[in-house]
């Protein structure tokens, strides 16, 4: 994050993202053992979207959307989280 902060033209944002990412919404991430609830929403976006490349990336052609929404509204029940992926969601 240190290094985002030297970029000229760099997001104010993209700081906290960088400082955040290894964060887990139940506290049991790192640097800091931060909640949900301290977490900025842009920096719940970037988990998720790396949650979804994880996920695409490891299971291939096998890997089914719906899958991965049930599963993740299921891990991320709350807050910022539960939003993001309210929208993410493909109304059936």
Aim: aromatic letters at 10%.
């Amino acid at each position: 994050s240190q290094y985002a902060r030297e970029l000229k033209g760099s997001p104010a944002e993209l700081e906290n993202i960088l400082a955040q990412h290894h964060e887990q919404m139940d506290g049991t991430g790192f640097p800091r053992k931060l909640t949900q609830q301290h977490l900025s929403p842009l920096t719940c976006l970037f988990i998720l979207a790396h949650e979804i490349l994880t996920f695409f990336l490891e299971n291939g052609e096998a890997a089914e959307w719906d899958y991965w929404i049930k599963m993740a509204t299921a891990k991320y029940e709350v807050g910022t989280f539960k939003n993001i992926l309210k929208h993410l969601a493909i109304p059936e």
